[in-house]
């Protein structure tokens, strides 16, 4: 049975957004309770961050990415919110952000937040291809840190247009240095994707899948573990159970991906 703690998420919503239930979901069964608040209560003081530990940036396409992927989204939090923000960061708190979630903190400068200081250094941009990648990629951990704890790797899903990780070489250099690549892009035998697709879907910049803030407190992931939590949601499922079977092995009920979140969920139970 899983933990439940006192500490409780925040899953920002808006129009656009569509992995609000989904987040939902994978907190509660990792042991964490969570609200859904429309990002307008927010700015209307119908609901305080304060009250919160984790708040989650979910996938989406938040106001039709009209103006760039996640920037319309970011830019009504910089405007109306970005007080309270940085108050959440200064204390014990984490932020979470999923694919759009991803290209919010991006557009915030969550990530990488180089000493505590929040220019735009990064940008998810289209994708190499052209096109919308809707497919499961691998992904294996690339530091020791609170969200990748116990985990080999990640089988989940993108779906993505603007997933292709960028930045200047010095910034490159600088997230390599201090170990803030959280997630690579890796071959079904968890080797180096080596920027060749499918394994790296987007072209993104050293195979770079998720990030973290220099402080560790916030990761920015382009994949999306809640769409893949029970063993029957991965895309290859059917072989791995009749594998499992001929071995005398039991099927499991969850996938490996729930450890993601149960990561993020055990920090505040330290």
Not at 68 to 96: C, H, P, Q, T
Request: charged share 25%.
């Amino acid at each position: 049975m899983a933990r439940a703690y006192n500490a409780r998420a925040l899953i920002m919503s808006g129009y656009g957004i569509n992995s609000e239930m989904e987040t939902a979901e994978a907190l509660m069964r990792a042991g964490m309770a969570s609200d859904i608040v429309h990002i307008n209560d927010l700015i209307a003081g119908e609901k305080t961050l304060s009250d919160y530990r984790l708040m989650v940036f979910p996938g989406g396409f938040s106001y039709g990415d009209d103006t760039g992927a996640g920037n319309a989204y970011a830019n009504r939090v910089r405007n109306n919110l970005w007080s309270d923000v940085k108050e959440f960061l200064a204390g014990d708190n984490l932020v979470l952000g999923i694919c759009n979630g991803f290209q919010i903190l991006a557009n915030l400068g969550l990530v990488p937040a180089f000493d505590r200081d929040y220019p735009r250094e990064i940008a998810l941009m289209p994708n190499r291809k052209g096109v919308l990648e809707c497919r499961f990629v691998t992904l294996k951990p690339a530091a020791d840190n609170l969200w990748t704890k116990g985990i080999s790797h990640l089988y989940c899903p993108v779906s993505h247009g603007e997933g292709n990780f960028s930045c200047s070489e010095e910034t490159l250099k600088r997230i390599e240095r201090e170990n803030m690549v959280a997630f690579r892009y890796c071959r079904d035998d968890l080797s180096p994707a080596g920027g060749e697709y499918p394994y790296n879907p987007n072209g993104a910049l050293a195979d770079i899948a998720g990030v973290t803030s220099a402080d560790g407190k916030v990761l920015g992931l382009m994949p999306h573990p809640e769409r893949a939590m029970e063993f029957v949601n991965l895309y290859d499922w059917p072989i791995q159970k009749e594998r499992l079977k001929r071995e005398g092995k039991p099927l499991p009920t969850e996938s490996m991906n729930m450890r993601f979140f149960r990561n993020v969920v055990d920090y505040f139970g330290r």
